[in-house]
């Protein structure tokens, strides 16, 4: 659930950044997908369960290999899942309810095979199952509790340990997964919805779970979609951008902390290029460059140099030229132009990555480095709702 969606690759090549300097990186750039953080489940991939309090290496796993790396699960269910160059698809961590997909419940702390998978387009990792794209069509596998694998069972005690066929969708370009639902866009811009419907975070307009896909009415022309634990965010293709789900602190960015479970317009944006929700927090790449955010900000993780928490976008005066970012749990990573990661908010489980465990909020609310530039960084993710982060 936690990578950026993108309407546009076209980002200002210039970056600006306030009061911080970025050092140059001290060794040639490294090939790895580089992780941090908790690892209680093996979630970093480095072949430990020990917490990485700076960037280290994902076991075997070459960062030019991978076309999208989506994190999923809590800091007790971790996972991630990675969509490799040859469309086959590798997961590790956490495995209780099948996530990795692998056939087995068994924990794995090194990458392995998602069975039965290739030629896949698009993945993406909720709190407990994975999403993947097959010529138009999709398979989930991981835990089923709310009906979030769309195969018309709902099974709190038998989990789909492999991939199996998501019902009666096709023609689909992207897919979304967030805490015990799941969401899907069609190539005609259509947005289709299934699992658990508390907060409305299936745009239905009510609560009921669903498990099969079902079409959000009067939602059309989107082009690209981002799904956070609870809530969604849906891009226009004229660059404006539509929410629904919870919205206790302020991440439907529609000036309220009302929950919704209709899309309804997040306000003062335009032009945008990325969108990309967190947990509780979301961010928004402009076709100039800057960058806007709002949700919770209780660490300071929006980086708009206060701990308010905002139901309206505003502008991140220390991120313009960002190419990725994407809200963890209660932190935030960016990819910066120059190759460099910067992070920002909470830090009690090194989740900034910069071998501290100290708050931005006790540091001016500046962003801090987790990787320095010329590291040849351009993406980033976290988990669904964790305190682990991957660059690559």
């Given at each position: 659930m936690t990578t950026t969606r993108v309407l546009s690759t076209t980002l200002l090549a210039s970056l600006t950044l306030t009061g911080l300097a970025l050092p140059s990186a001290s060794a040639a750039t490294d090939p790895w997908v580089r992780p941090w953080g908790t690892n209680a489940v093996g979630q970093l991939g480095n072949a430990t369960t020990i917490p990485q309090t700076t960037p280290g290496d994902v076991v075997g796993l070459a960062r030019a290999d991978v076309r999208t790396l989506s994190g999923g699960g809590d800091d007790k269910t971790a996972f991630a899942v990675a969509l490799l160059a040859d469309g086959t698809v590798k997961s590790w961590g956490a495995n209780a309810t099948g996530q990795l997909g692998n056939g087995t419940t068994t924990n794995q702390p090194v990458p392995g095979t998602v069975a039965v998978l290739s030629g896949i387009s698009a993945v993406d990792?909720?709190?407990?199952?994975?999403?993947?794209?097959?010529?138009?069509?999709?398979?989930?596998?991981?835990?089923?509790?709310?009906?979030?694998?769309?195969?018309?069972?709902?099974?709190?005690?038998?989990?789909?340990?492999?991939?199996?066929?998501?019902?009666?969708?096709?023609?689909?370009?992207?897919?979304?997964?967030?805490?015990?639902?799941?969401?899907?866009?069609?190539?005609?811009?259509?947005?289709?919805?299934?699992?658990?419907?508390?907060?409305?975070?299936?745009?239905?307009?009510?609560?009921?779970?669903?498990?099969?896909?079902?079409?959000?009415?009067?939602?059309t022309d989107i082009a690209a979609i981002s799904v956070g634990c609870s809530h969604v965010l849906a891009l226009t293709v004229d660059g404006k951008v539509k929410s629904w789900g919870e919205g206790k602190n302020g991440q439907l960015g529609n000036d309220t902390t009302a929950d919704s479970p209709s899309p309804v317009d997040v306000k003062l944006l335009s032009g945008v290029t990325q969108i990309?929700?967190?947990?509780?927090?979301?961010?928004?790449?402009?076709?100039?460059?800057?960058?806007?955010?709002?949700?919770?900000?209780?660490?300071?993780?929006?980086?708009?140099?206060?701990?308010?928490?905002?139901?309206?976008?505003?502008?991140?005066?220390?991120?313009?030229?960002?190419?990725?970012?994407?809200?963890?749990?209660?932190?935030?990573?960016?990819?910066?132009?120059?190759?460099?990661?910067?992070?920002?908010?909470?830090?009690?489980?090194?989740?900034?990555?910069?071998?501290?465990?100290?708050?931005?909020?006790?540091?001016?609310?500046?962003?801090?480095?987790?990787?320095?530039?010329?590291?040849?960084?351009?993406?980033?993710?976290?988990?669904?709702?964790?305190?682990?982060?991957?660059a690559y």
């Open positions: 990792a909720g709190l407990d199952h994975g999403l993947a794209v097959r010529k138009g069509r999709v398979y989930a596998w991981g835990g089923n509790a709310k009906g979030q694998l769309g195969n018309g069972v709902t099974d709190e005690k038998n989990p789909a340990k492999v991939p199996v066929l998501v019902q009666a969708l096709d023609e689909v370009k992207d897919v979304g997964a967030g805490c015990s639902f799941s969401a899907a866009l069609r190539q005609d811009g259509t947005v289709w919805t299934w699992g658990d419907g508390t907060n409305g975070r299936l745009g239905l307009g009510g609560t009921d779970a669903r498990n099969t896909p079902q079409q959000i009415k009067d939602l990309s929700a967190g947990p509780f927090h979301d961010f928004a790449i402009l076709k100039d460059g800057t960058v806007k955010g709002w949700g919770w900000n209780k660490f300071g993780q929006l980086g708009d140099g206060t701990t308010t928490d905002r139901t309206t976008p505003v502008p991140i005066d220390t991120l313009k030229g960002t190419k990725s970012i994407i809200g963890g749990a209660d932190f935030t990573v960016a990819a910066q132009p120059d190759g460099s990661v910067l992070t920002l908010g909470n830090n009690d489980a090194s989740q900034l990555g910069d071998g501290t465990t100290t708050a931005t909020t006790a540091r001016d609310n500046k962003p801090v480095i987790a990787l320095p530039s010329g590291s040849g960084i351009t993406r980033v993710a976290t988990l669904a709702n964790g305190k682990s982060a991957y």
